[in-house]
């Protein structure tokens, strides 16, 4: 320390600092002023400091700091657009600094000094990632490089050597990816004095990053060395510590075969399933014995499909085998507690208090006022559209917008996307209202509620969440307790016809029905607690509650629409990315269909929209179940001999070994959850549908008929002829 009396300013650069190294300096030299110095060698050396005037020992990070004179930082995104304050994007350089290139190399030189391709300004590319703070302050977060992707997360590996270097016992720390960047790995050097075995070392690691870190960025393997590998320039070589972390055997496990219980066996089976992996150890790790983040969606299918209430949270998260059966018991035991607490007639009656002070129902109202829901969605633009240009109705929409300029703007955008008119009075004919369904009062202000409840006289329903793979506790606020928040309106200020979009799918709900049978119109479906596709489950509760409002006096109409699929009457109609053509696009990605005696029924979105349109307008004050399908189910391997007709390049196959080719994780979830892995059972019943029948009499139509010349469309939007 004598010797450094006169020392009055320490500049540090070369590397990353660590966090800790600034105390250590001022311990013995409490005076000193020590500024970090940083710049790629491309910038002449340096282009920014950051005075250190504070510890930084319990932080992830020293700031970069601020550009020096003559130097220019940008943080930009992959557009060239520069980032808003706190959002992370690539550090590129402009200024006197730079670097000509790179001597006898063109086409490095190319690739890193470019010119911006709206300021003409020439850039150097430098491949660190960071942000500026709104003080004009840099932090680097890491190298583009630096950054990998395992298991479905990108992981900044400079985050997981800041968390190890602050230990007081760590001397130098390196995060690399290893096996082929599907595992973590880390290599430490003690710091000296410490007298800590290695396997103690690594103890401690572990448990301290399991209180700082998310599970799935602590390193599988930690390995004490003497010295870290490092390159020419005196940097870790992290290429050479990848190789070397992959050579090393893994201390082999002590195997735990699962124990003896339901949730266990079941999970075994599966992860035997999915992995085929024949000795699963109750400390295996799903991702590091073959699992992926797609093979995660096929588990979460597999675990939904017998009756537990997965996420991909909980996979991801808590993806040692013991670890998930743990939480999928004590998830399990939490739902089956809430589910059971659930009464939809109670949720019914409370939704309906204001129902003795509002104004009776008035039969004679022939202009309507109509509130509507899910508006900007696929149906939901066509079901506007037609409303607007058929009828004479005036609407009330509830969107999630700012403004209601932001609104309407989200209208247009919809309709133009879907080639749907809307008129240009729009502002005249349509009122937005923000909010959101979940919400009490949908979200509403206590001003915009009570003209809705005042005003209108229909509501339709038609906003929901159809997640397939979502736990119902997810969709349960939208799809259920959103459903008690429209009748709580429809029964405040006026009784009000309640027009509810169901889906044609409550039928799975049904028990001993022959998939011959013929559903009638009035069937109504009352269980739901023990049903395992949630979405269905959330629809069959939200009908639950209607029924008990139909037997206080209130007016609800039911539509169940089959799966909706595109417009009938165009030859180059918009495509929705429905389950029904995610299958077709795995098939053709498969180059064959799974044979199947299945029968499905689809019905373009113009036939469902006008169905709901003439509802709105000839069945007001009525209380019935409609049938908004096909005139027929279509067997599955009838619809695809078309689809090879018409040219599509794709083949029967197996069921298994169609299987074996699938690639598409949606539909290998779909069909685990909803088939259970067997195309042999499920699919559509047939369904009456007289009261359809009536609503189309009232424009002279008929049921829609699904033939060949339907799915033209599908094949030329893909571009698959043989």
């Not at 870190?213 to 390995?223: G, H, Q, T, W």
């Amino acid at each position: 320390a004598s010797k450094l009396k006169t020392l009055k300013s320490i500049f540090m650069s070369g590397d990353k600092i660590p966090t800790t190294l600034p105390d250590a300096i001022r311990k013995a030299h409490g005076s000193v002023k020590i500024v970090s110095m940083g710049g790629p060698t491309e910038t002449s050396i340096w282009c920014v400091e950051y005075p250190i005037t504070e510890s930084f020992a319990d932080k992830p990070r020293i700031p970069y700091g601020k550009p020096l004179a003559n130097h220019v930082i940008y943080i930009l995104n992959s557009r060239m657009e520069i980032c808003p304050d706190y959002t992370p994007g690539e550090m590129y350089i402009a200024g006197w600094g730079l670097a000509e290139g790179y001597c006898a190399d063109p086409d490095k030189t190319a690739a890193s000094f470019i010119t911006h391709p709206k300021t003409g300004k020439r850039l150097y590319k430098s491949g660190d990632i960071g942000f500026y703070t709104p003080d004009g302050i840099i932090e680097i977060l890491g190298r583009e490089d630096g950054q990998i992707k395992i298991n479905g997360y990108r992981i900044e590996l400079s985050e997981i050597e800041a968390a190890i270097e602050q230990m007081s016992f760590i001397r130098t720390v390196a995060a690399v990816p290893v096996h082929d960047r599907t595992t973590l790995a880390a290599a430490v050097t003690l710091a000296d004095g410490t007298g800590m075995t290695a396997e103690n070392a690594v103890e401690k690691i572990k448990k301290a990053l399991a209180e700082k870190l998310p599970a799935y960025m602590i390193p599988e393997n930690i390995r004490v060395m003497e010295k870290l590998p490092l390159s020419a320039n005196g940097k870790i070589n992290r290429k050479a510590l990848s190789a070397e972390l992959s050579n090393m055997d893994i201390p082999a496990k002590k195997t735990e075969k699962p124990l003896d219980t339901k949730i266990e066996q079941d999970l075994l089976e599966i992860w035997s399933d999915i992995l085929k992996h024949g000795n699963i150890s109750r400390s295996d790790n799903f991702f590091n014995i073959g699992g992926s983040s797609l093979s995660a969606i096929t588990l979460l299918s597999r675990l939904l499909a017998k009756g537990y209430p997965a996420t991909l949270e909980l996979i991801f998260n808590h993806s040692v085998f013991s670890d998930m059966a743990d939480c999928m018991d004590r998830t399990q035991a939490e739902q089956t507690a809430w589910i059971n607490s659930i009464n939809l007639d109670d949720m019914a009656t409370k939704a309906m208090h204001a129902m003795n002070e509002a104004l009776p129902f008035d039969p004679d109202i022939k202009k309507h006022r109509v509130f509507m829901t899910g508006a900007t969605g696929y149906l939901g633009t066509y079901i506007l559209s037609r409303l607007l240009k058929e009828t004479d109705c005036s609407m009330y929409l509830l969107v999630r917008a700012g403004t209601p300029a932001e609104g309407y703007e989200r209208l247009r955008r919809a309709a133009a996307d879907k080639n749907q008119p809307l008129p240009e009075n729009l502002e005249e004919r349509v009122k937005i209202f923000n909010g959101a369904m979940d919400r009490p009062h949908l979200g509403l202000n206590d001003d915009d509620y009570k003209v809705i409840s005042g005003e209108c006289d229909t509501i339709i329903h038609n906003a929901s969440i159809i997640n397939l793979m979502d736990p119902l506790s997810s969709i349960f606020p939208t799809n259920v307790q959103g459903v008690a928040n429209i009748l709580e309106l429809a029964t405040t200020g006026r009784i009000k016809q309640i027009n509810y979009i169901s889906t044609i799918a409550v039928h799975y709900g049904l028990e001993n029905v022959d998939l011959t049978a013929v559903i009638p119109e009035n069937t109504d479906i009352h269980r739901w607690r023990d049903l395992d596709l949630t979405y269905e489950q959330s629809k069959i509760m939200a009908e639950n509650i209607f029924y008990k409002a139909r037997k206080n006096g209130i007016p609800v109409n039911i539509l169940r629409p089959s799966s909706i699929t595109w417009e009938s009457g165009s030859s180059a109609p918009f495509i929705n990315n429905d389950a029904f053509v995610k299958f077709y696009k795995a098939c053709l990605a498969a180059g064959s269909y799974p044979e199947s005696p299945l029968k499905v029924n689809i019905v373009p979105v113009d036939y469902v929209a006008e169905c709901v349109s003439l509802a709105t307008v000839n069945r007001y004050g009525s209380s019935l179940n409609y049938h908004l399908v096909s005139k027929d189910s279509i067997g599955v391997n009838r619809i695809y001999s078309w689809l090879g007709e018409l040219g599509s390049n794709i083949g029967s196959q197996d069921f298994h070994g169609w299987l074996n080719d699938l690639s598409d994780s949606f539909v290998n979830g779909f069909i685990s959850l909803y088939f259970k892995n067997d195309l042999s059972d499920g699919g559509h019943y047939s369904y009456d549908c007289d009261e359809a029948r009536k609503l189309l009499d009232y424009r002279n139509l008929e049921p829609f008929n699904v033939t060949k010349s339907y799915f033209e469309p599908l094949v030329e939007k893909f571009n698959n002829r043989a």
